[in-house]
């Protein structure tokens, strides 16, 4: 039994595939209810070396991809990013189609470039992110709902089916915490494939 489930923990981890399933849309408010997400497909991002783990959630209703972070987000200090390369070319370096997406006390994203804090804003006009951090201010934010239209990253779902994607947590110093864990954020080639279903 204990062979089966690590083999199974294994297999889950080594995946650099994902399927997005189309879904009901969930209301973006921070507060994560399984009814609104029962659609969705998910998986674990194991972060300090594996002690903890952070659900991710995700789906997309033909206009929008939704994604959830549940669960160790400001209690383990870790915020969460998502990058995507919306033509999947799988180029070794960042190009014009590569999104980085942050949110923290702020809302902050870069096409083209990972990390660039220039453009951060307490709410963005073309996506949403809820809950913001408030590291002063009970209660913890554990609990992250983003909805990204697929406008904003230039995705037309009727012509293209795959993206690359990498979803990580970071404290901003010494964490960089990523599935597929082999990703590297400079390299959009090694990012997963995610197939809009």
């Not at 709410?123 to 406008?151: C, G, K, L, M």
């Amino acid at each position: 039994f204990v062979l089966i489930s690590l083999f199974t923990a294994h297999s889950i981890h080594a995946q650099t595939n994902i399927e997005i399933p189309c879904g009901t849309s969930p209301s973006i408010d921070g507060i994560f209810s399984p009814a609104e997400w029962d659609d969705a497909n998910s998986l674990d991002l194991m972060i300090q070396n594996g002690a903890q783990v952070v659900d991710l959630l995700f789906k997309h209703d033909s206009s929008h991809l939704y994604i959830a972070f549940v669960n160790n987000l400001e209690s383990a200090v870790r915020f969460p990013e998502l990058q995507i390369d919306v033509n999947n070319d799988k180029s070794s370096t960042w190009m014009a189609d590569d999104w980085w997406f942050h949110i923290s006390a702020t809302d902050c994203e870069s096409h083209g470039q990972h990390s660039n804090y220039d453009s951060c804003e307490l709410v963005r006009h073309n996506w949403t992110a809820v809950r913001n951090f408030d590291t002063q201010q009970a209660p913890v934010t554990d609990t992250v709902e983003i909805s990204i239209p697929f406008s904003t990253i230039n995705f037309d779902i009727n012509s293209m089916d795959t993206i690359g994607i990498a979803f990580n947590v970071t404290n901003f110093f010494n964490a960089w915490e990523y599935w597929p864990a082999t990703t590297d954020r400079n390299n959009p080639s090694t990012w997963a494939n995610a197939v809009f279903v």
